[in-house]
């Protein structure tokens, strides 16, 4: 018997879920997809008043909270064939609901498997958020693979050092920073997928030295996650980059579109069918993808094209520097200027432009250097760890 006892689950119902993450929700997601329902994964964290505002665009037909169950009067049945809606994390603007089909998150739980040579006696550690589809594809190993799964209510770097019997776990860069800061022994498992943001160098170099096994993994939510592994795609996905330097993905994980957005839908893919995630990138001649960033970010400053990923990378890699965005703003000589919001390493001691722009000059052409530094105690960030560069402070 779970929560849901009593609802009455019918074919179409769209079933939010605002519980903490636990075991029980692997017996939530077999309830609604028995019942021919979709489920719709809610951050439990969310303050109530954004609760409520996301709960209203997405118009479920069933609320599971920590009171009980309810059917909202307001409430519309999926369309055919949806087995999950996930909400996009919203760092530029409202966030979108992203519908799923079980053919397509089968088939992403089955590739990663398959590349990473997982079988259904390994143990996995959840410790993402459930609202977000990386958590949620580790739940659902239990679930579809019927593997071993524990999960955390909340990542915590002292409760993943005690987990023993682990062989696979999925984060975000930042939760990789914690983990080494405080010492964690990663070299226990067998593979570590980071996705979710980029991962810089020094990081990476940094866990490997620590015994880490690194996948990183790109993708997005209307891809049902990670999509690559280490440059190359899973099994059943294609690459391709279009004429404008933008990566185009296809594969039988893709999402069916957005709820209540067909215009956001048809923007979304190709008129060959082919995902447009949003983001430059390049093929190396091993078949490797290699992304450069997003591609509305892309800096034009005086004429010269500046991919803030890639001053990232350099900035990063400063002694003094703990954490780094980069961003154009409008500058009335130069058209933008690229900027750098830092994190110093100390903050009673931190960097000065003309330092960083010395030490990117050294590295990078001269003009990606940053020409504006604010420094911050810390970046915003989203619940899985992506920087919130609209919500950047605009000085010091």
């Known amino acids: 018997m779970t929560r849901l006892d009593g609802a009455a689950l019918e074919h179409g119902d769209v079933v939010a879920v605002a519980l903490p993450p636990g075991p029980e929700w692997l017996d939530l997601v077999r309830e609604v997809w028995d019942a021919g329902a979709a489920l ?7 303050p109530s008043a954004e609760a409520q505002a996301l709960l209203r665009r997405a118009r479920p037909t069933v609320v599971l909270s920590p009171e009980g169950w309810e059917r909202p009067a307001q409430g519309i049945r999926a369309e055919a064939d949806v087995a999950l809606v996930v909400s996009t994390s919203g ?28 079988t259904p006696h390994d143990r996995w550690l959840c410790c ?19 593997a071993p799964v524990t999960v955390h209510p909340q990542f915590d770097p002292p409760a993943v ?15 990789l920073v914690r983990l080494l800061d405080a010492g964690v022994d ?19 170099e940094r866990a490997e030295a620590s015994g880490a096994r690194l996948v990183e993994t790109y993708g997005l939510t209307e891809s049902c996650g990670g999509v690559i592994y280490e440059g190359r ?19 039988p994980m893709l999402m069916l579109g957005y709820r209540f957005d067909a215009e956001g839908t048809a923007r979304a893919f190709t008129p060959d069918g082919w995902l447009r995630p949003g983001d430059a990138g390049e093929i190396d001649l091993e078949g490797r ?41 409008l500058d009335p000589e130069w058209g933008q200027r690229v900027v750098a919001w830092v994190v ?26 940053p020409r504006e530094l604010i420094v911050v105690e810390a970046l915003p960030r989203t619940a899985v760890g992506k920087p919130r560069a609209s919500v950047l402070p605009d000085r010091e």
């Open 40 to 46: 719709l994964p809610v951050d439990h964290r969310l």
């Open 91 to 118: 760092t530029g603007g409202d966030p979108k609901f992203v519908q799923f089909g079980r053919a397509a998150i089968d088939a992403a739980v089955a590739a990663s498997a398959l590349a990473l040579e997982a």
């Open 128 to 146: 993402l958020p459930l609202a977000h589809v990386g958590g949620l594809l580790v739940l659902l190993r239990g679930v579809l693979l019927g």
């Open 161 to 175: 050092a005690a987990e023993r019997d682990v062989a696979f776990t999925s984060i975000v860069p930042t939760m």
């Open 186 to 204: 990663l070299s226990r498992f067998r593979a570590i997928l980071v996705g979710g943001a980029h991962l810089p160098l020094g990081v990476r």
């Open 233 to 251: 795609p899973l099994p059943g996905v294609r690459m391709r980059i279009d004429a404008g330097g933008g990566i185009e993905l296809s594969g």
């Open 289 to 329: 993808l290699h992304v450069i960033g997003r591609v509305d970010d892309l800096i034009n400053t005086g004429g010269e094209k500046v991919w803030p990923q890639e001053v990232e990378g350099v900035l990063g890699t400063h002694p003094e520097v703990a954490e780094v965005l980069v961003r154009g703003r």
């Open 344 to 369: 110093p390493s100390d903050p009673a001691d931190p960097p000065t432009l003309e330092e960083l722009r010395a030490y990117a000059a050294a590295r990078l052409p001269r003009h990606k250097a």
